[in-house]
């Protein structure tokens, strides 16, 4: 485990960063930091990447993960900024805010797959750090489990389009209820397929 080897080497406040949200033509996008109080605690085995866990299992560890955790934050990046600035630099902006956002200052950032220019904290990109470091895994969990409550309470709004169900990604049954009742505020104009149905 990465955590393991940065405490033996005397670094303590270990920060893992993760988003939700970046392959879905709807919602925003969240991104979470986390940093646990003891990433090593077995009470914590069983955090993973929240793409292997059950809904039930992420709400279960998405409180789990705050109650042992020395800090956390959670970043939401709305459509409309993600159309003005494009995905990916939402994605790091997003991960710098949430860092930023810790009410104690990480002495070492984890994040998955992208590394944060310009962040003054030293930090590693993990290849798939969501599936071989806890503190991204944690962090997954946290933006996941946050993503998709906000989407079930769009689809109280927006009962039509069964968000619910597929949280804001391209479907054939989202596909066709975008054509049936028209691109909504909360749909990424930037994105190809909403694009195809406005043009």
């Not at 939700?20 to 709807?26: F, M, Q």
């Not at 003891?38 to 789990?64: I, N, W």
């Not at 003054?120 to 969501?130: E, F, H, Q, R």
Request: glycine share 8%; proline share 4%.
């Amino acid at each position: 485990m990465i955590e393991s080897q940065l405490l033996q080497s005397g670094i303590k406040n270990i920060a893992g960063v993760d988003e939700a949200g970046r392959g879905p033509c709807a919602g925003p996008l969240i991104i979470a930091a986390v940093i646990l109080n003891d990433p090593l605690a077995k009470s914590l085995g069983g955090v993973k990447d929240s793409k292997q866990l059950s809904a039930d299992q992420r709400d279960d560890l998405f409180e789990l993960i705050k109650a042992n955790s020395l800090a956390y934050s959670i970043i939401e990046i709305s459509v409309e900024e993600i159309d003005s600035l494009g995905l990916h630099k939402c994605n790091i902006e997003g991960m710098r805010r949430a860092v930023q956002a810790l009410d104690v200052k990480a002495d070492y950032v984890l994040t998955d797959g992208y590394s944060i220019p310009g962040l003054s904290t030293p930090n590693l990109a993990v290849w798939k750090g969501d599936q071989v470091a806890i503190t991204i895994s944690a962090a997954s969990i946290l933006a996941k489990v946050h993503r998709d409550r906000i989407m079930i309470e769009l689809d109280k709004k927006y009962p039509m389009y069964g968000l619910a169900n597929h949280k804001g990604y391209i479907t054939a049954s989202h596909t066709a209820a975008i054509k049936e009742f028209g691109v909504l505020p909360i749909h990424r104009k930037s994105f190809a397929n909403i694009a195809a149905i406005t043009g």
